[in-house]
């Protein structure tokens, strides 16, 4: 039976496209500042969050 979503995310919408252009970005842009709390704020970097908040106030970038 064919189907068809409807309402369905684009997929430069999805949250994993954005997190991968986060990191293109930031390689080719280092002082983007956007999108490298983009790049923290990811739970899988909850355990590094404060050794890079205090990596990015030695370095003037907050």
């Known amino acids: ?3 068809r ?3 369905g995310l684009r ?3 999805r ?3 954005k997190d991968v252009l986060a990191y ?4 080719n842009n280092p002082s983007n500042n956007v999108r490298l709390m983009r ?3 990811e739970p899988a970097l909850s355990r ?6 205090i990596r990015l106030s030695t370095l003037c970038l907050v």
């Open 24 to 27: 293109l970005c930031l390689i």
């Open 15 to 17: 949250k994993e496209v």
């Open 11 to 13: 997929f430069t919408d």
């Open 48 to 53: 590094r969050r404060s050794v890079l908040a």
């Open 39 to 41: 790049i923290i704020n």
């Open 5 to 7: 979503v409807l309402g």
């Open 1 to 3: 039976m064919p189907y």
